[in-house]
């Protein structure tokens, strides 16, 4: 059965057939180099209560609504600032800036309103990303 076939078009890759079909997503990985001092951030002034430790690797995940944010010191993933980043809607905004000033985490943005929510991006101990997100009421 044809599943997915990959044909060029001028250049460009043009997917036909049938793709698959994604459920949702399982979890995010975010790569840390300390598994300790990483959990210390996520648990302290983010707050994330551990849900699963794992035993055959050094991964810790928190379930946030319907979601698993696993970190991770596994060796083949590596912590960048420039990878994916991971938004996180806070229930308030302004509680939530300064529970992390109170825990000295580095701005890379400072908080701020924009059209649809208000925003501040800040770093995790190993310079991921992370967003701090409200939607306007």
Do not use: W
Request: charged share 20%; with cysteine; net charge negative.
């Amino acid at each position: 059965m044809l599943i997915h076939k990959r044909i060029a078009v001028g250049g460009a890759i043009v997917h036909t057939g049938t793709p698959m079909k994604i459920l949702e997503f399982a979890f995010i990985a975010y790569p840390v180099t300390d598994l300790a001092r990483a959990r210390a951030f996520y648990e302290g002034p983010l707050g994330l209560v551990p849900a699963t430790l794992h035993e055959y690797s050094p991964s810790v995940e928190y379930e946030v609504g319907p979601h698993v944010l696993m970190i991770t010191a596994v060796p083949m993933l590596k912590p960048s600032s420039d990878g994916p980043c991971l938004s996180l809607e806070v229930e308030d905004f302004e509680d939530a800036i300064r529970d992390l000033r109170q825990h000295e985490v580095t701005f890379v943005r400072e908080p701020y309103q924009a059209p649809l929510c208000r925003v501040a991006v800040v770093l995790d101990p190993d310079g991921n990303k992370l967003i701090i997100h409200k939607r306007n009421a």
